[in-house]
């Protein structure tokens, strides 16, 4: 335990507080800061002055940042506490979306909502008193909320960027009850059961060999059922982040299930590098499992290369982890700037690898959604199914149909918006 020694207090005792109630907030964030980086930030501050924002922003950010995950949620708090004039009206807006006035018309950012509940707790936000002279009436308001959505079916279709951090626990522990069932493959091979349709003639005569040569028991057979692999790409870049880690959760509760039937799960992340972490997911402590995934992966948060990364996986892995009729799929939004040529071959050697390919986009969750990237456009053809991963139903939805092989999701419609457009 170090030993600090006495501090000098700056000129103004109520940066002290503030500085402490930032770190509060940070904390019931999710970011884990204790007694001793306080006294840091605040020695930090006094030797590099405060009247500069920037230089302000990046001492406190060194002090209480050490993961490429809590940078989004440090700046939105920073943005809210700091910098934004309106913050408490703009928070009390975003909690109490019935009072209008300072509500803003647009959703929440990436952790914004997490900032705001963190800044607001212990706060107890009081309703705008209405204007009258004469005496007040208290009216009685009956409101029948038997059509209106349940809290749980709320948060089964609630966008995960859009989640406050008890939301996000809630749709963690939703995943983990979730399950991935595949239907077996039929295969050449087959198997003794008094069921089959066939006629092992082989067994058959060799029985009643052993019985003198009377026939007495016929022996069927019916095909042995053979188990796919799944194999998952999950892209961990700055724009998916957030959907990763909440999806990694989903897939930590895949490879662990029992009786799912998938023969092997495979996961791979990708960002500017391409990660193999399937060993950790094996781990049965999810919070361990994730931990040492992203300690493996060093491209958190960073760039994308989807070409580069999936020619490494078609290099190095394929023939490794594709066997017994796998079924990929492959999480990302598309957004990359690499060449779309060489990423159309990747995708496309990928898909013929693979029993079936699905992807799943995040931004399928806007209406107006387009295949108008160059990312996109290129993948888009070389998939089986595209769909949206971007809330709890929609992995629900992804257990119904990854079985199907006739589903295409949303693939037909917008390869008619691609045709159009060309």
């Known amino acids: 335990m170090p030993e600090y020694a006495p501090l000098d207090i700056p000129d103004d005792p109520k940066l002290v507080h503030n500085i402490t109630h930032f770190a509060r907030a940070l904390r019931k964030a999710g970011l884990p800061i204790g007694s001793g980086r306080v006294i840091d930030a605040i020695r930090a501050v006094e030797a590099a002055g405060f009247t500069d924002k920037r230089d302000f922003y990046w ?13 989004t949620v440090f700046a939105q708090i920073f943005r809210l506490y700091w910098r934004d004039p309106r913050f408490m009206e703009h928070m009390m807006s975003m909690m109490l979306p019935a009072i209008r006035g300072v509500q803003e018309d647009r959703s929440a950012q990436a952790a914004e909502k997490r900032a705001a509940e963190a800044l607001l707790d212990g706060i107890t936000p009081e309703l705008p008193e209405g204007d009258s002279d004469g005496p007040e009436e208290e009216t009685l308001i009956e409101v029948d909320a038997s059509m209106t959505m349940s809290s749980e079916e709320r948060l089964r279709r609630l966008d995960f960027e859009q989640m406050s951090t008890e939301e996000v626990a809630q749709a963690k522990r939703m995943l983990a009850r979730l399950s991935l069932p595949v239907q077996p493959i039929p295969s050449r091979r087959g198997m003794v059961s008094p069921q089959g349709q066939r006629v092992d003639w082989r067994r058959t005569l060799r029985a009643s060999m052993r019985q003198g040569g009377e026939l007495h028991d016929i022996v069927r057979r019916k095909p042995r059922p053979r188990w796919p692999n799944l194999v998952v790409l999950c892209d961990i870049s700055g724009s998916m982040s957030q959907y990763s880690r909440i999806i990694l959760h989903f897939l930590h509760a895949v490879s662990n299930a029992k009786g799912a039937g998938w023969a092997k799960v495979h996961a791979f992340t990708f960002g500017t590098r391409l990660t193999n972490i399937t060993r950790h997911l094996n781990q049965r402590d999810v919070d361990a499992a994730l931990a040492a995934a992203g300690a493996e992966a060093q491209d958190w948060e960073g760039g994308t290369r989807i070409g580069q990364c999936l020619e490494a996986f078609n290099r190095d892995w394929s023939r490794r982890v594709m066997g017994q009729g796998a079924v990929v799929l492959l999480i990302t939004d598309g957004l990359d700037r690499d060449d ?14 693979a029993r079936r390919l699905i992807w799943l986009n995040p931004l399928l969750r806007w209406d107006g959604f387009a295949p108008k990237a160059r990312g996109i456009a290129a993948m888009l053809p070389h998939v089986d199914s595209f769909r949206a991963g971007h809330s709890v139903a929609s992995l629900q939805d992804l257990a119904y149909v990854i079985s199907r092989p006739d589903d295409v999701g949303e693939k037909a419609r917008l390869m008619a918006q691609l045709q159009r457009g060309g």
């Open 59 to 71: 001492t406190l950010h060194a002090c209480f940042v050490n993961k490429p995950e809590q940078r």
């Open 340 to 353: 779309p040529d060489a990423l159309a071959r990747q995708i496309e050697r990928l898909h013929l690898s």
